[in-house]
T-cell receptor, first 115, second 116 residues
Framework: DTAVSQTPKYLVTQMGNDKSIKCEQN?????MYWYKQDSKKFLKIMFS???????INETVPNRFSPKSPDKAHLNLHINSLELGDSAVYFC??????????????FGQGTRLTVV | AQSVAQPEDQVNVAEGNPLTVKCTYS??????LFWYVQYPNRGLQFLLK??????LVKGSYGFEAEFNKSQTSFHLKKPSALVSDSALYFC??????????????FGRGTQLTVWP
């Protein structure tokens, strides 16, 4: 069973479109994250939810809106896509918010290409 | 502030030789340190972590890392490299307080190539 799964794996879309990426974890974790990996492989956190509550919101354009319908799901909706949004987006989860140094588990990534 | 530096973009070693991938960190608070590996077109896989205790941490696939507080380093090592170890390796530090809590701060990654 896949612990953290994202769909779709690949997404090619035109500028200006709105798209969503879905993430689900079956680990029973309380905390979920979205990370962005740019073309130079640099990874940076975007958002974090703990039990459906937003706890981390980095400096991300408000075109990006996370949604957590329950603690096992964290979706990422992107409005008015721009060329610069092209990247690989990783979903991750961890048992807690980091108090005990627990590791995060990552999904396979969604490669978004905006043309 | 939390930050991680991986001074080498690339490390090349021959199969069977020992390998080291370097990482230094800067933290305010307790250093929770991690190594992840990324194979091509795959997600990040957890290798090992240091939270507290023994400075030598053993992880998956025969990897280990040594925590050195005085040098603020957490280098990844393996006694005998395999071609299948070729991948992108990320060092990360996790914040444990305030606005850094829960965040993983990643290094830029080191591409390890093991040649036959």
């Amino acid at each position: 069973d896949t612990a953290v799964s994202q769909t779709p794996k690949y997404l090619v879309t035109q500028m200006g479109n709105d798209k969503s990426i879905k993430c689900e974890q079956n680990l029973g974790h309380d905390t979920m994250y979205w990370y962005k990996q740019d073309s130079k492989k640099f990874l940076k956190i975007m958002f974090s939810y703990n039990n459906k509550e937003l706890i981390i919101n980095e400096t991300v354009p408000n075109r990006f809106s996370p949604k957590s319908p329950d603690k096992a799901h964290l979706n990422l909706h992107i409005n008015s896509l721009e060329l610069g949004d092209s990247a690989v987006y990783f979903c991750a989860s961890s048992p807690d918010r980091g108090f005990s140094g627990t590791e995060a588990f990552f999904g396979q990534g969604t490669r978004l290409t905006v043309v | 502030a939390q930050s991680v530096a991986q001074p080498e973009d690339q490390v090349n070693v021959a199969e069977g030789n020992p390998l080291t991938v370097k990482c230094t960190y800067s933290v305010s608070g307790n250093p929770y340190l991690f190594w992840y590996v990324q194979y091509p077109n795959r997600g990040l896989q957890f290798l090992l972590k240091y939270i507290t205790g023994d400075n030598l941490v053993k992880g998956s696939y025969g990897f280990e890392a040594e925590f050195n507080k005085s040098q603020t380093s957490f280098h990844l090592k393996k006694p005998s490299a395999l071609v299948s170890d070729s991948a992108l390796y990320f060092c990360a530090v996790r914040g444990d307080r305030g606005s850094t809590l829960g965040r993983l701060y990643f290094g830029r990654g080191t591409q390890l190539t093991v040649w036959p």
